[in-house]
């Protein structure tokens, strides 16, 4: 019996690009096809931002002062939306290094299909694959009282610049799952994120901080987002006055942060998936 022929990379780069985009549509199809077969994952994944939004809206809720006054519950929603944005990069590196420990990665190697186009199928599925998990918890947020106060389009910039930042960190998340190739190692590294979203703006307001980690805290990407998120929302703990630039100005700095990581970790995965194979 004689191998099939494989069918050779187009030539040109708009040829390249329309093979690359249409495998790895293919690959975020499998991906939630997978979703599909693994519901549990799925229930997991929607019911955690609910549990979040009631555990820390009624706990911390109680304790803390929102700067400037208004409703803790309202304060804490841009925090939580950014938390679970970058938490999110975990369950991406889960996904890739499992894959490359059970030797997935090495079958679509030996597949006639663009390199690019596995990390980018990996990617987006994890961002619609979090379409549903921020509608649960806009749901569960709306039932506690948080609201959106300036209007339909800084609503839809803020979860915009969520979703493009969530985007990034998905590359960020593949590129670790490629490196550790190993699902024991990449679940060892998960406590070391949520330590990162909490040293942030995200639950409490950094002025009460030491000067050296109210500095880490301002320059945290995760309190950008929380910023971008309240001002755009027109929720409480807008900042103002003498403050670190990522915070006083959250919208460019959070454009900033997510086209970094995607200048570094796109063309970075890409090379470490291309280099695997060698």
């Known amino acids: 019996m004689t191998a099939p022929a494989l069918t050779p990379a187009p030539a040109s780069p708009a040829g390249r690009l329309r093979w690359t985009l249409a495998d790895g549509l293919t690959l975020v199809g499998r991906e939630l096809g997978r979703i599909r077969q693994q519901p549990g994952e ?9 549990i979040m939004v009631v555990l820390f809206g009624y706990v911390f809720g109680s304790a803390i002062a929102v700067p400037g006054g208004g409703n803790y519950r309202e304060y804490l929603m841009p925090g939580l939306f ?8 975990m369950a991406v590196t889960m996904k890739v290094a499992s894959d490359a420990s059970r030797g997935v990665m090495d079958r679509f ?23 549903l998990a921020m509608a649960m918890m806009v749901a569960a947020g709306l039932l506690v009282g948080w609201r959106a106060h300036r209007g339909p389009a800084p609503t ?6 969520i979703f493009a930042m969530r985007y990034a960190l998905a590359w960020v998340g593949c590129y670790l799952g490629l490196v550790v190739k190993n699902e024991q190692v990449a679940d ?14 995200s639950f ?3 002025g009460g901080m030491p000067g050296w980690l109210r500095f880490l805290a301002d320059w945290n990407p995760c309190s950008a987002l929380t910023a971008a998120c309240r001002t755009l ?21 959070v454009l900033a942060w997510t086209a970094a990581l995607l200048v570094v970790f796109v063309p970075l ?8 194979g060698r």
Do not use: C, K
């Not at 839809?156 to 610049?161: I, N």
């Open 42 to 50: 799925l229930v997991v994944a929607m019911i955690f931002p609910a």
């Open 82 to 89: 950014a938390m679970v944005t970058f938490t999110s990069l």
């Open 109 to 131: 190697r030996a597949m006639p299909m663009a390199r690019s186009a596995v990390p980018f199928g990996q990617t987006g599925a994890d961002v619609l694959g979090g379409l």
């Open 156 to 161: 839809l910039e803020a979860f915009g610049l």
């Open 188 to 201: 060892g590294l998960m406590p070391l994120i949520l330590p990162f979203t909490m040293l942030s703006n």
């Open 204 to 206: 409490v307001p950094t």
């Open 233 to 253: 929302f027109g929720n409480p703990g807008v900042v103002t006055g003498d403050t670190a630039w990522p915070v006083a100005h959250p919208v460019t700095a």
């Open 269 to 276: 995965t890409v090379r470490t998936y291309n280099r695997r």
